[in-house]
């Protein structure tokens, strides 16, 4: 599944403090609607209270069909009761796919992903906290050397990021140290406890069990067949609350994986990936008895992020001091299937001998400080954090190019925080009572708060700044576009219902980088537009020859 880096929003090229160097992340994004034309609140070819079975799942297929070769092919490049409860919800994972209950995606936003985001955040420090608290079994100096290595690797691996979004070293090995700095940070600290007299020190280590086998003492296939009548039936609403969860849990880190900040090319299946999550889900959970493969926060657009081919783009305008600033901005994205293969297969011979032996060697301290090498990145990217950083900095000091300054009531930034920060306390003090089973309904009440009632104490132009669709209009075509957008329209605007699927991809691959057009981007200020922190940005292509040709393309990227 999905799931990776989104040192993301704060790094968004759409959310930066250079609006002039913003590149639309496809061609359906941002596109103005031409004066006279006429947009309905929410049109979208089918709406979405009205089910058609199935067919949300196969427009799905016949989106991704055509590019399925290219999943493989692209993957060349660099960057490159349980067991009734999990059956149970098997059977309303394909009851939400076959429904298109995806469709009510079109109501998601920054607002609900940026609390959800900042929950598991917190989550992560907490479960790191937990886990040095837990060191103390195996005597004082054990538990001291643990938190001390926890600190080491939080303060290392975030340096390394540090070092990937710099100007020092050659490019090759700032992406070097970006890219495996976390894992070669587990690595050295694992061997750096057996150092001198750290060596007579007992630690807590990772535990691990025989290979190829359970970590209980049971078989591999769980004998559901044997469970009482009354306990399957008492087992549905556990499953409600279970499929409630992956219901928002996935759907958001997919979202949150494809943002606007990432261009990417090939389209989004949200309704085949939830039938797949059931199938997993009963599968692997109902009939096996393994861990929940769901998509994640913040390890799905983690993974995007460390997919993201970059380039480093000078502003021309700067002299003096300021000339040869410049800013790294996201070329493209390796949108393939390889690399999430590769990791189940790598997690598969995790469980090898000789594997688990090494894993074993892991202390708990280390595994600690990668929990709050997570969590503190989750938190570096989200959007309330960037919220309240704005609000902390002096105003002498804050650049006019940030979107948050052109805010015509201040104290709207300081309502829309305190709001996010109350739906996170709320669902994040939920979890820590005996009624934390219960918290994905809470969390799925966000969306209903965001779409009916903030509009009604925030003007559009305050809501389009603060608060955002998630995903691009093409990422979201899958169900329906967002709330408030006619995905027909914007899609005869940009000629992309009259084309095949290869050329639609020429056109993507050659527009975000300006090859097949000249893109002139003129920025002006609407009430509730859809473009980049309020701003639309319209793009007037120039007369060309032709489509670029896809080698050439790709060769000039190189």
């Known amino acids: 599944m999905f799931k990776a880096k989104s040192k993301s929003n704060s790094s968004s090229l759409n959310g930066s403090a250079h609006p002039e160097l913003?590149?639309?992340?496809?061609?359906?994004?941002?596109?103005?609607?031409?004066?006279?034309?006429?947009?309905?609140a929410n049109t979208s070819s089918t709406e979405w209270w009205k089910i058609r079975l199935f067919e949300g799942m196969a427009n799905d297929i016949r989106r991704r069909a055509p590019f399925y070769w290219s999943d493989w092919k692209d993957a060349w490049d660099y960057r490159v009761v349980p067991a009734t409860v999990y059956i149970w919800s098997l059977v309303m994972h394909w009851v939400l796919a076959i429904t298109n209950a995806c469709n009510a995606l079109t109501y998601v936003t920054r607002f609900s992903c940026d609390i959800f985001g900042f929950y598991v955040a917190f989550i992560y420090l907490q479960k790191g906290i937990q886990v040095l608290t837990r060191q103390w079994a195996s005597g004082e100096a054990g538990a001291y050397l643990s938190i001390t290595v926890a600190l080491l690797v939080l303060m290392v691996a975030y340096l390394c990021g540090v070092i990937?979004?710099?100007?020092?070293?050659?490019?090759?090995?700032?992406?070097?140290i970006e890219?495996?700095?976390?894992?070669?940070?587990?690595i050295f600290f694992t061997g750096f406890v057996h150092i001198g007299r750290m060596a007579n020190v007992e630690l807590e280590t990772l535990p691990t069990s025989r290979a190829f086998f359970p970590t209980q003492d049971r078989g591999w296939l769980i004998r559901f067949w044997e469970t009482d009548v009354g306990d399957v039936f008492l087992a549905i609403p556990f499953a409600v609350l279970l499929t409630v969860l992956f219901y928002f849990d996935h759907n958001v880190s997919s979202l949150i994986a494809q943002g606007t900040e990432f261009p990417l090319?090939?389209?989004?299946?949200?309704?085949?990936?939830?039938?797949?999550?059931?199938?997993?889900t009963g599968v692997g959970e109902g009939l096996l008895g393994i861990p929940f493969p769901n998509g994640l926060i913040p390890q799905a657009p983690f993974h995007t992020n460390a997919l993201c081919v970059t380039r480093q783009v000078s502003n021309e305008s700067e002299t003096g001091d300021a000339k040869g600033h410049t800013t790294r901005v996201v070329d493209h994205v390796v949108e393939q299937r390889v690399s999430n293969l590769a990791q189940g297969i790598l997690t598969l011979g995790t469980m090898t001998g000789p594997l688990l032996i090494v894993l074993h060697l892991i202390p708990n301290g280390v595994l600690a400080g990668l929990f709050f090498v997570m969590g503190v990145q989750a938190l570096e990217g989200n959007g309330i954090t960037l919220k309240m950083v704005y609000?902390?900095?002096?105003?002498?000091?804050?650049?006019?190019?940030d979107p948050l300054s052109r805010m015509q009531r201040k104290q709207a930034v300081w309502y829309f925080v305190a709001l996010e920060l109350l739906g996170f306390g709320a669902t994040f003090a939920i979890?820590?009572?005996?009624?934390?089973?219960?918290?994905?309904?809470?969390?799925?009440l966000l969306i209903p708060v965001r779409t009916f009632l903030l509009p009604k104490y925030f003007t559009s132009q305050e809501l389009s700044i603060l608060d955002a669709p998630t995903a691009s209009p093409f990422t979201m075509e899958s169900v329906g576009g967002n709330f408030g957008e006619d995905v027909d329209a914007l899609r005869r605007s940009t000629g992309m219902d009259r084309l095949d699927a290869s050329d639609r991809l020429d056109v993507q691959d050659s527009t975000e980088r300006g090859e097949a057009k000249s893109l002139h981007r003129r920025y002006s200020r609407r009430s509730g537009g859809n473009g980049v922190d309020g701003d639309n940005i319209e793009l007037q292509p120039q007369p060309t020859e032709g489509l670029s040709n896809r080698s050439r393309s790709r060769a000039s990227r190189s």
């Not at 090319?265 to 997993?280: E, Q, V, Y």
């Not at 609000?391 to 190019?401: C, E, H, I, P, Q």
């Open 22 to 40: 913003a590149v639309p992340s496809s061609p359906l994004q941002h596109v103005p609607v031409r004066e006279g034309d006429h947009v309905p």
């Open 431 to 444: 979890t820590q009572t005996i009624a934390a089973i219960g918290f994905p309904v809470f969390i799925l």
């Open 265 to 280: 090319r090939k389209p989004a299946g949200f309704h085949w990936d939830i039938f797949l999550l059931g199938l997993t």
């Open 164 to 176: 990937g979004g710099s100007s020092l070293f050659q490019r090759y090995v700032r992406k070097f």
């Open 391 to 401: 609000l902390a900095k002096d105003r002498s000091l804050t650049g006019a190019s």
């Open 179 to 186: 890219d495996y700095g976390t894992p070669l940070t587990i």
